[in-house]
């Protein structure tokens, strides 16, 4: 079975920019979760979608958006970049809402220059 | 809120067991310890978890105690490929939703 997949692996933005960032979640699993890592503030959770709905925030400004289609597939979306959203961030899935264990992809490095 | 502490780096000799120690101390009574692990350049991977008894899989095994506060993580037979941080969650209930809380980890060094 394949694991989730997160597409692209690295980014490079300029500050004010936008970026979209996508996640395919393993077969079958309904629940994507986005995740923030940082070396100074640690994982950090965006936001969870089940059903294409919004579920579950986390602290994060406006700025940071995502979305769920109906295949289960998501994309997170972060408008005005800034230095600070340079990050790894990580997608992961599981077959319902709130249904752990979650399991996360390679994730995709983005760099704000 | 539960959180959890760990020791945030440990050396074992390849071959041996790996033991590592989290706390715990405000746990709940229904919420379960998970265990990840991240590789370099890797997303975090599931190992195991738990809510009070003792559970064991294919990749390590997971030691709970009585009163819920602590846990430890074993390896038994640690390999180079295990050098990796590792992760002990606890799942917070909220009101209508939950949070999984995120330490800094224990980085394990497997020395050969």
């Known amino acids: 079975k394949a694991g989730v997949t997160q597409t692209p692996r690295y980014l490079i933005k300029t500050r004010g920019q936008q970026v979209t960032l996508s996640c395919s979640p393993i077969?079958?699993?309904?629940?994507v979760s986005w995740y923030q890592q940082t070396p100074g503030q640690g994982l950090q959770f965006l936001f969870e979608y089940f059903s294409e709905t919004q579920r579950n925030k986390g602290n994060f400004p406006g700025r940071f958006s995502g979305r769920q289609f109906s295949n289960s597939r998501s994309e997170m979306n972060v408008s005005t970049l800034e230095l600070g959203d340079s990050a790894l961030y990580l997608c992961?899935?599981?077959?319902?809402?709130?249904?752990?264990?979650?399991?996360f992809g390679d994730g995709t490095r983005l760099s704000i220059l | 809120d539960a959180k959890t502490t760990q020791p945030p780096s440990m050396d074992c000799a390849e071959g041996r067991a790996a033991n590592l120690p989290c706390n715990h101390s405000?746990?709940?009574?229904?919420?379960?310890v998970y265990w990840y692990r991240q590789i370099h350049s890797q997303g975090p991977q599931y190992i195991i978890h738990g809510l009070k008894n003792n559970e064991t899989n294919e990749m390590a095994s997971l030691i709970i105690t009585e009163d819920r506060k602590s846990s430890t993580l074993i390896l038994p037979h640690a390999t180079l490929r295990d050098t990796a941080v590792y992760y002990c969650i606890v799942r917070v209930e909220g009101d209508s939703n939950y949070q999984l809380i995120w330490g800094a980890g224990t980085k394990l060094i497997i020395k050969p």
């Open positions: 992961a899935s599981s077959p319902g809402q709130g249904v752990l264990p979650q399991h």
């Open positions: 405000t746990i709940s009574g229904n919420e379960y």
């Open positions: 077969s079958g699993h309904r629940s």
